[in-house]
């Protein structure tokens, strides 16, 4: 993988987990401090995809080779502000949630707290993959990604049986079921980037030097 390349989306994701992180302990334990940290984390991932997005064009030559070359640095690149855009679905629910004064149950925390704490794990695996390129990481994410997004596809069905029986009111449903079709985004982009490392990785011209004119 290029070097360059490789530490801006290393940046990126760190602040990824970053705003995750905040935004877990903004469904925790809600303040206004911590919505105004994961909305200031947010500006600073869009000016560094955009860097990223930029960097990668600049260094990209003007053939057909090079177009090549860059297609799967701009792909990842793309499920990386696709990511960001999922935890700021988070934010704008968490919002919701406190404005609106919407309470879930004990059950329905537990499984928002469950997907949150494996979408931060899988974060972590990931930001461990770009720096290693190790394919035992990638082939782990993998595995579990696909275990939670079975696993948070349950707790959709099963919130169904809850409202149905009055353990859950409707007004809390379209936030439970927002945060956690958003978390499933961010674990189904985690997937899509860590393959695209391992593609990256493996290409015998993944450097830029052999697309050199």
């Keep these: 993988m290029d070097i360059e390349i490789k530490e801006k989306i290393i940046t990126v994701c760190e602040s990824l987990k970053k705003m995750l992180a905040l935004a877990f302990d903004g469904f925790r334990r809600p303040t206004e401090k911590s919505s105004k940290d994961a909305e200031e984390v947010k500006d600073k991932i869009h000016h560094y995809s955009s860097q990223l997005t930029s960097f990668i064009i600049s260094k990209s030559p003007s053939t057909e080779k090079g177009r090549e070359w860059a297609k799967p640095y701009l792909s990842i690149a793309s499920s990386l502000d696709r990511m960001t855009y999922n935890i700021e679905g988070i934010l704008g629910r968490l919002r919701a949630k406190s404005q609106n004064h919407i309470f879930f149950s004990d059950q329905a925390v537990k499984e928002v707290n469950d997907v949150f704490q494996e979408a931060m794990r899988l974060l972590e695996n990931l930001l461990n993959l770009v ?51 958003s978390l499933k985004g961010v674990i189904v982009h985690i997937l899509e980037v860590s393959g695209k490392i391992v593609a990256v990785s493996s290409k015998p011209d993944a450097r830029i030097s052999s697309v050199d004119p």
């Design 131 to 181: 720096t290693t390129e190790n394919k035992l990481v990638a082939q782990r994410i993998g595995e579990e990604g696909r275990v939670m997004l079975k696993i948070a596809n349950g707790f959709s069905e099963v919130h169904e049986e809850r409202l149905i029986q009055g353990i859950c009111v409707p007004k809390s449903s379209p936030v439970y079921l927002g945060m956690i079709e």
